[in-house]
């Protein structure tokens, strides 16, 4: 069955570095998005992507996030200057264009540890 | 302002007996709502879907009810096995909103006990 992969499955960086988060979504799907959900609160919209652009984007992705689909298949989440507060799992899902009926797929994540 | 409340953190069922979760929103622009099941340390999973011009979809023991009106909707789980234990997830969108984010309640932990 395919899936969405996301490498690493954690990370740990120290404040103020750049991570990227590395994201594979289903091959034949043309919407990404990125979650994220911090410790024990909910699932947190960051940004969606569609048709190279990003389609619409949450408060919490300010200007410190990128998102980049450098070739056909990856499609990357960057912060370019890490925060304590940035430590969550973040979640890449993807979901293909068929009417209204769209789920997304969700990869299983990449923890990401600020120190 | 939470758009989509799911206000039981918290749940517990004997195994066979039927679980009931619940979820409701505010925005009534929502018009398509599925439930996502999540294991610890896995990302979350698709299990059910139903769109507003419905009041019911079933798959195997998964029944999702909506009630439009109440802006409320309810996964039954009948009958509950212990590997359903796991944060259940509310989300809504827009029906036609293509590529448009999905907005997640808070989850409800399912425990179910043999």
């Known amino acids: 069955e395919p899936e969405v992969t996301q490498t690493p499955s954690h990370q740990v960086t120290q404040m103020g570095q750049e991570v990227i988060l590395r994201c594979v979504p289903i091959?034949?799907?043309?919407?990404f998005y990125w979650y994220r959900q911090i410790l024990g609160q909910k699932v947190e919209f960051l940004v969606s992507?569609?048709?190279?652009?990003?389609?619409?984007k949450s408060e919490i992705f300010d200007d410190q996030f990128s998102v980049e689909r450098p070739d056909g298949s990856n499609f990357t989440l960057k912060i370019r200057s890490t925060k304590l507060e940035d430590s969550a799992m973040y979640f890449c899902?993807?979901?293909?264009?068929?009417?209204?009926?769209?789920?997304?797929?969700f990869g299983q994540g990449t923890r990401l540890t600020v120190v | 302002d939470q758009q989509v409340k799911q206000n039981s953190p918290s749940l517990s069922v004997q195994e066979g007996r039927i679980s009931i979760l619940n979820c409701d929103y505010t925005n009534s622009m929502f018009d398509y709502f599925l439930w996502y099941k999540k294991y610890p340390a896995e990302g979350p999973t698709f299990l059910i879907s139903?769109?507003?011009?419905?009041d019911k979809n079933e798959d195997g023991r998964f029944t999702v009810f909506l009630n439009k009106s109440a802006k409320h909707l309810s996964l039954h789980i009948v009958p509950s096995q212990p590997g359903d234990s796991a944060v259940y997830f509310c989300a809504a969108r827009g029906y036609y909103n293509y590529g448009q984010n999905f907005v997640f309640g808070p989850g409800t932990r399912l425990s179910v006990l043999p």
């Open positions: 139903i769109s507003s011009i419905k």
């Open positions: 091959s034949n799907h043309l919407y």
């Open positions: 899902a993807s979901s293909p264009i068929t009417g209204g009926d769209q789920m997304a797929f």
């Open positions: 992507f569609y048709n190279n652009e990003i389609s619409e």
